[in-house]
């Protein structure tokens, strides 16, 4: 069993919607978890970085909270663009580091 | 600042071919990883180094993968031989730190699509 888990697989919002991406971990020790956007044929690019004690860290219109008690983070993006189509990847670092399978976003005009 | 570099973008080859691929870091980065992503597995990481000396090759899949790094502005994934499940992209990211304790970005190239027939 993966130890990041993220929701939903694939999503699809029509330009200008808010959206929200899930990842789920039970990687133990934590040290961080970070938000990638990889567009396709690209290599990921960093959105945030959080360690344990950060709940909350934006990045535009990309905003990350952490809760390290319930080992849960969400990916908010406003006012979607029809750029902010991509696969959005979660990585949580302890001992090791684990990568979420990633949410295919798709904006749609 | 050019980021990381990668080549070849794409390598077609036959199996049981030798394969090596190039990534340049961004200067004065000390740490460099190589990954690799598949639709089936996702990113995984292979390896990465820290001031030029392999760390954890833990995600090595087996002996037909090495890696290099000479100096700091170069190192080398080779595939020797290769097989057709090592088609995959492969990714080089280079960052200011480590894996753990740390809030500097890792910056990855655009990847190198390797098909092996």
């Known amino acids: 069993k993966n130890q990041v888990e993220q929701s939903p697989q694939s999503l699809i919002i029509l330009e200008g919607k808010n959206c929200t991406l899930q990842c789920n971990y039970t990687v133990s020790p934590f040290s961080n978890l970070r938000w990638y956007k990889q567009d396709t044929g690209r290599g990921p690019v960093s959105l945030t970085i959080?360690?344990?004690?950060?709940n909350t860290k934006s990045n535009g219109r990309y905003t990350a909270t952490l809760d390290a008690d319930t080992k849960q983070s969400s990916l908010h993006i406003t006012a979607s663009q029809l750029s902010d189509s991509a696969s959005y990847i979660c990585?949580?670092?302890?001992?090791?580091?684990?990568f979420g399978a990633g949410t295919r976003l798709t904006v749609k005009p | 600042d050019a980021g990381v570099i990668q080549s070849p973008r794409h390598e077609v080859t036959e199996m049981g071919q030798e394969v090596t691929l190039r990534c340049k870091p961004i200067s004065g980065h000390d740490y460099l990883f190589w990954y690799r992503q598949t639709m089936m597995r996702g990113l995984e990481l292979l390896i990465y180094?820290?001031?030029?000396?392999?760390?954890?090759d833990s995600g090595m899949p087996e002996d037909r993968f090495s890696a290099k790094m000479p100096n700091a502005s170069f190192s080398t994934l080779k595939i020797q031989p290769s097989e057709p499940r090592d088609s995959a992209v492969y990714f080089c990211?280079?960052?200011?730190?480590?894996?753990?304790?740390?809030?500097?970005?890792?910056?990855f190239g655009d990847g190198t699509r390797l098909s092996i027939l």
């Open positions: 959080m360690t344990f004690s950060e």
């Open positions: 180094f820290n001031n030029n000396v392999p760390i954890d």
């Open positions: 990585v949580v670092s302890g001992n090791d580091m684990r």
């Open positions: 990211a280079s960052s200011f730190s480590g894996l753990s304790y740390s809030n500097q970005p890792q910056h």
